[in-house]
T-cell receptor, first 114, second 114 residues
């Protein structure tokens, strides 16, 4: 149980285009999901907290107009990287909170912007 | 705010050796503590957790005890295997901040040699 999927697993896009990443909790409902970014050989950096039916809460320094988050249902959150640039290339990981304590992580999405 | 400090790696051990990865935290109140593991090319998996002082989390031969007096949650395993080679992340959530998102340590890479 407690499986989280992400799609796509890898994406390559051209500079200036937008990319959407989906995060789904497959066997449980999650009112709260999180989006993280992981740089090579580094830890995870929280980007934003996604709340079902309300606006996401962004961490300091994360541009909300660039990283659009939508949590339209209890099993789906999406992250859209708008007008992507090479510096946005990274490994993006989502997690879904299974109340009351645990978070389960998706396998991650490798974004490469050329 | 909350923070987690864990020992830097890589940690290189021979098979069947004893493993300790140190983790200390800064938080007020009683946060929940976690160890996550990331195998090569995969997402993070919850390894074990402890939600109150003196609790011991255990899974797959790994153990960690929530020590409030030393603000520590050290990961141990009596006999490591090659298949345990991965990156291990200590994390916390909650405490007086009520912050639901996980705060991660920097990760410790474990390499087990046959």
């Amino acid at each position: 149980g407690a499986v989280v999927s992400q799609h796509p697993s890898r994406v390559i896009c051209k500079s200036g285009t937008s990319v959407k990443i989906e995060c789904r909790s497959l066997d449980f409902q999650a009112t709260t999901m999180f989006w993280y970014r992981q740089f090579p050989k580094q830890s995870l950096m929280l980007m934003a907290t996604s709340n079902e039916g309300s606006k996401a809460t962004y961490e300091q320094g994360v541009e909300k107009d660039k990283f659009l988050i939508n949590h339209a249902s209890l099993t789906l959150s999406t992250l859209t990287v708008t007008s992507a640039h090479p510096e946005d290339s990274s490994f993006y990981i989502c997690s879904a909170r299974l109340e009351p304590y645990e978070q389960y992580f998706g396998p991650g999405t490798r974004l490469t912007v050329t | 705010g909350n923070s987690v400090t864990q020992m830097e790696g890589p940690v290189t051990l021979s098979e069947e050796a004893f493993l300790t990865i140190n983790c200390t935290y800064t938080a007020t109140g009683y946060p929940s503590l976690f160890w996550y593991v990331q195998y090569p090319g995969e997402g993070l998996q919850l390894l074990l957790k402890a939600t109150k002082a003196d609790d011991k989390g255990s899974n797959k031969g790994f153990e960690a005890t929530y020590r409030k007096e030393t603000t520590s949650f050290h990961l141990e395993k009596g006999s490591v295997q090659v298949s345990d080679s991965a990156v291990y992340f200590c994390a916390l959530s909650g405490g007086d901040t009520g912050r639901r998102a996980l705060t991660f340590g920097s990760g410790t890479r474990l390499q087990v040699q046959p």
